[in-house]
Nanobody
Framework: QVQLVESGGGSVQAGGSLRLSCAAH????????MAWFRQIPGNEREGIAS????????VYADSVKGRFTISRDSANDTLYLQISGLKVEDTAMYYC???????????????????WGQGTQVTVSS
């Protein structure tokens, strides 16, 4: 079992920056990859970035390349998402996820991930 707890969300103005954190607990040694997703009410969940826990290889959705950076602190079992140049359309609930099995090297695919956090809200105002 893996438990995930996100933090770092908040209300910011467009153009600002945020760093989201996700603390992982439990059988973290079994995790193959971790990711960030976001969801706006009424919309489908969007996979935005993933990272392979051992190699550090990353995958990004085209919609966030250049503004979002995913990273991990293996010593503290923490996942991060650095967001810069925030836009109003980045407003969403952001979720952390973990996968024990294989993960795609081409996209951030929700079905790959079996463990999810409760989410942290990011609200961007103009």
């Amino acid at each position: 079992q893996v438990q995930l707890v996100e933090s770092g969300g908040g209300s910011v103005q467009a153009g600002g920056s945020l760093r989201l954190s996700c603390a992982a607990h439990g059988d973290v040694y079994r995790v193959n990859c971790m990711a960030w997703f976001r969801q706006i009410p009424g919309n489908e969940r969007e996979g935005i970035a993933s990272i392979f826990r051992r190699s550090g290889s990353t995958v990004y959705a085209d919609s966030v390349k250049g503004r979002f950076t995913i990273s991990r602190d293996s010593a503290n079992d923490t996942l991060y998402l650095q967001i810069s140049g925030l836009k109003v359309e980045d407003t969403a609930m952001y979720y952390c996820a973990a996968a024990l099995g294989p993960c795609s090297y081409l996209e951030v695919a929700g079905p790959d991930f079996g463990y999810w956090g409760q989410g942290t809200q990011v609200t961007v105002s103009s």
